[in-house]
């Protein structure tokens, strides 16, 4: 079982950063692929980033891509997601994910991962 908790987020404006955080509970977080999604009102979560269980792999939505990096700290069990020149698309609430896996696999739909975390909300202002 993996409890997960996100924070970090708020509001910004347009082109401002925000860095989001997400702390993993238990013993095994290294066993685990972690993701983020987003979802806005009415809409389907959606991929954004995800990073294998050794940090040596990661995948990232078209939409996010050159400006999301995501990391994660093992010894800490928490992973990031670095938020740079936000637009006021990126806002909805985010969430972490888990999947147990220590492979290469780097899982994208929501349907692949185990445990999620609650959201947080991440509002960018034109």
């Known amino acids: 079982q993996v409890q997960l908790v996100e924070s970090g987020g708020g509001l910004v404006q347009t082109g401002d950063s925000l860095r989001l955080s997400c702390a993993a509970s238990?013993?095994?977080?290294?066993?685990?692929?972690m993701g983020w999604f987003r979802q806005t009102p009415g809409q389907d979560r959606e991929f954004v980033a995800t990073i294998s269980w050794s940090g040596d792999s990661r995948y990232y939505a078209e939409s996010v891509k050159g400006r999301f990096t995501i990391s994660r700290d093992n010894a800490k069990n928490t992973v990031a997601l670095q938020m740079n020149s936000l637009k006021p698309e990126d806002t909805a609430v985010y969430s972490c994910?888990?999947?147990?896996?220590?492979?290469?696999?780097?899982?994208?739909?929501?349907?692949?991962?185990?445990?999620w975390g609650q959201g947080t909300q991440v509002t960018v202002s034109s």
């Open positions: 238990g013993r095994t977080f290294s066993s685990y692929a």
């Open positions: 994910a888990a999947r147990r896996s220590r492979t290469v696999i780097l899982p994208t739909k929501t349907s692949e991962y185990d445990y």
